[in-house]
């Protein structure tokens, strides 16, 4: 009896199961959009191999912040090129688009990408058009039915919605808009990120109107009023995410603070979801990419082991994309897949101007529904010349 053959096969590489918490020197067998099987010793039956030894084989990421309504907004970075070229397969814009943007999100970021896009639409009908001003000044530029209208005529892409309480974009009036946007995210069902750092009042003020299933965006930043008191995570912040609260990385251009890190992940506190927080103004540097801030936070001390579900299987679940076969590796299931090997040290900087030496972690081959993707060299090469 002749033995089935696989289109491709990536050989002798570190595969990670963020689902059962295991990871395994094998083989993963791919035909055509499906992988056909995980199991050592299938090199023989591959059309094409891919040698991956010393690499790790990871389901294909899932980014949970970003940025990507480019031409549109002052922030937007091209999905494609920004994420799905560096590993990425799905992501979900964190508030880019508002109610009255979302048509053109829609037809020119959803539908013409070639990997899964879905969005946290902001609770401004406005959207986050230009960070120079803030979206929720007029507090009437918050307007529930249209957001709650535009999350249930396209479940397919709304998956929660986005608040940023920054005092520069909401001014006084923050605890009502965030009481108002809770409220719409409960009627349509759905979780509240909220942006913090640089609040009118402390973070425990926030933190005591979330609910479970919320997220609190850049957990890490150095700026004021964030989740460290006297170098310590604050007891309220530890209270919330026992409540069930989620906590982002969310590096961005100016909201990962190594040291704050530093001390969080010492004391054990790690982002429920890793994400990069990427946009048109840092994908150049100093964030890059998703992968380059998943290798600063392995070198503030986190483990592969704890990096690789919250950057795969939790955004999935998060974001219902788990539904679709994202954010796991199994027989039977989708062919994606992102394979990263370790590069030699590199210079890496922070959102405050202080940098570490590190490995970073580049994407040597990407699968989206089984099809290669192209992917694109290190955006910081250039800058190490």
């Known amino acids: 009896m002749t033995e089935t053959s696989f289109d491709l096969v990536l050989s002798g590489g570190t595969v990670f199961d963020p689902v059962a918490g295991t990871r395994t020197v094998t083989d993963v067998a791919v035909n055509g959009d499906r992988v056909a099987r995980i199991a050592p010793s299938l090199a023989a039956r591959g059309r094409e191999v891919v040698d991956c030894a010393g690499a790790w084989v990871l389901p294909g990421l899932v980014e949970a912040h970003t940025h990507i309504f480019e031409s549109v907004s002052k922030v937007g970075a091209p999905p494609d090129e920004a994420h799905l070229r560096r590993g990425v397969v799905a992501a979900a814009d964190a508030g880019t688009a508002g109610a009255s943007t979302f048509a053109a999100f829609e037809r020119f970021v959803v539908r013409p990408a070639e990997m899964r896009v879905v969005n946290f639409l902001n609770v401004s009908v406005l959207g986050l058009i230009d960070f120079r001003f803030g979206e929720l000044l007029n507090p009437?530029?918050?307007?529930?039915?249209?957001?709650?209208?535009?999350?249930?005529?396209?479940?397919?892409?709304?998956?929660g919605f986005k608040i940023r309480l920054s005092e520069d974009v909401v001014g006084p009036a923050w605890r009502s808009l965030l009481k108002t946007s809770l409220q719409l995210a409960a009627d349509a069902g759905l979780p509240l990120m909220v942006h913090i750092g640089e609040t009118e009042e402390p973070l425990p003020e926030v933190l005591g109107l979330l609910r479970p299933g919320d997220i609190v965006a850049h957990?890490?930043?150095?700026?004021?009023?964030?989740?460290?008191?006297?170098?310590?995570?604050?007891?309220?912040?530890?209270?919330?995410?026992?409540?069930?609260?989620?906590?982002?990385?969310a590096h961005g251009k100016s909201n990962l603070s190594f040291e704050v890190a530093r001390k969080a992940i010492a004391e054990g506190f790690l982002p429920d979801l890793l994400t990069s927080d990427t946009s048109g103004r840092n994908w150049r540097g100093p964030v890059f990419d998703l992968v380059t801030s998943a290798a600063k936070l392995r070198a503030l001390g986190m483990s592969m082991d704890e990096i690789v579900p919250r950057m795969t299987i939790a955004p999935a679940r998060l974001l219902g994309l788990d539904a679709e076969g994202y954010g796991t590796?199994?027989?039977?299931?989708?062919a994606h897949v992102t394979v990263l090997r370790d590069t030699p040290e590199t210079?890496?900087?922070?959102?405050?101007?202080?940098?570490?030496?590190?490995?970073?972690?580049?994407?040597a081959l990407v699968l989206h529904g089984g099809r290669r993707v192209e992917t694109t060299p290190w955006r910081g090469l250039d800058q190490d010349r």
């Open 347 to 363: 210079t890496l900087p922070d959102a405050a101007g202080n940098s570490i030496v590190a490995p970073r972690l580049e994407p």
């Open 329 to 334: 590796l199994a027989e039977g299931g989708p």
């Open 219 to 249: 957990c890490y930043t150095g700026k004021p009023h964030g989740i460290l008191d006297d170098g310590k995570v604050l007891a309220e912040v530890l209270d919330a995410r026992a409540r069930g609260v989620l906590f982002d990385s």
């Open 140 to 159: 009437a530029t918050l307007v529930p039915e249209d957001a709650l209208a535009v999350a249930r005529e396209h479940p397919d892409v709304v998956r």
